[in-house]
């Protein structure tokens, strides 16, 4: 009977654990976090309120699982409930719309999509964006197509399913791997002392990826299983605000809000349409690191060590960084609202924006499956057969390649959305 566990619980870990014991209900899997699969919060990046669902991409595969995810959003009972086809606006400050646009025909995908002007823009939704800023703006982006899920409740639903289905779920933080004299990976340490044990270890630990391979670097001497640069975990703050019955009306059948920039200007800006309980939400546009020694003599960027990710004490500069977000979004319509949640979301990155889902060269039995790079959740549905496919050596070549742990990893200016400034620097700290 093959055995699996796999370490964290977001959606790469839970999208995994639920392919494979579909596709092998006698297999062994363990799921690993810690957190309760039903807290909340959780200290997950795929744990939030809402996140945005879209195959609006310039980069072709991401668009093709874009694409596949929604299939399955819109159709299977199970991913269903949690998926609001509100449409995007994005504003197009490069040839992004011109792009994803071809994607959509080379795929042979047909939907409600085109690039129209910003004047033209400014009118949709009665105004609603009339006021953003649309300063260097070519055309905006319109694809009815896309929309958003309520996370958090998906993650939960789709957990306990995959529970029902056979997978077993161990609340406990994990601090170390554990080798035998061959080398190779054979399961976990928790931070209590308990070893866990199984023939194919997956990390899907997001932003504590680059933490726990330096810890376990350290311990056993394997230089190789270090992250050595690949994974940086970087944070992004977002913010939320409680809508009065009016602006409610105005906003609830709006679409998803998107200020596209350029990697010279920064990451882009986000705005998603109000949840159930009336709370419009958006997030920031600087993505920082916190770069900090997790052992002696050895550096990594990582969240904070409070068991919450100090998610919620969020500095002055950051909720700065929100109502600006706001602004260029909303103009004076947004000026009397007040903020009722500032959050810090944790990510594992890459220079290039890749996931990483490989066998981990330095030990069998290791495998890596993680680096969301704040785009992850919405491949949700998706992401485990690929996992499962990488697992068992049949993921195509182009995946293989494209999501290898050794690769060529490009210099990340390319990349809008990477960590450019270090935590302690918006929070007032000393530097190292």
Known sequence: MSSYIIVGAGVFGVSTAFH???????????????????????VAASWDWNKVVRADYEDIVYCRLGIESQDVFKNDPLWRPYFYETGIFWTCRDEFGGAVIDNYAKLGRKA????????????MHGGLFEQADYGG??????????????AGDCLCAVTREAMRLGVKYVVAEVSDLKFDGQGRCTGVKTSKGETLSAEHVVLSTGAYTAKLLEMSSYSTGKKGLSADGRIVAGGI???????????????????????????????????????????????????????????????????????DY?????????????????HVFYGK?????????????????????????????????LYIATCGNFHGWKFFPVLGRYVAQMLD???????????AWDRVWPDPAAF???????MRELTGEARL
């Open 310 to 326: 100090s998610q919620w004490k969020v500095s002055k500069r950051l909720k700065q960084d929100i109502d600006q977000a706001n």
């Open 333 to 365: 319509n947004g000026k009397d609202w007040k903020m009722d949640k500032y959050r810090i979301c944790w990510d594992a990155f890459t220079t290039s924006g890749d996931f990483i889902i490989s066998p981990h060269t330095a030990a069998k039995g």
């Open 237 to 307: 703050t977002t913010g939320m605000t409680k809508l009065n019955d009016e602006d409610y009306r105005r906003h609830a059948s709006m679409p998803v809000g998107v200020q596209g920039y350029t990697p010279s200007t920064g990451p882009f800006i986000g705005s998603l349409p109000p949840t159930r309980d009336r709370e419009l939400k958006w997030w920031g546009q600087t993505i920082f690191s916190n770069t900090r020694e997790v052992v002696p003599g050895r550096y990594v960027s990582a969240p904070p060590p409070e068991s």
């Open 20 to 42: 494979l014991i579909k596709q092998n209900p006698n297999a062994s899997v363990t799921l690993v976090d810690r957190d309760a699969y039903d807290a909340e919060p959780r």
């Open 112 to 123: 409600d999509l085109k690039a129209i002007s910003v004047e033209e823009a400014k009118k």
């Open 416 to 422: 809008a959305d990477y960590p450019r400034t270090e």
């Open 137 to 150: 703006v070519k055309e905006v982006l319109i694809n009815r197509t896309s929309g958003w899920g309520a």
């Open 393 to 403: 050596g049949t993921l195509e070549k182009e995946l293989s390649e494209k999501w």
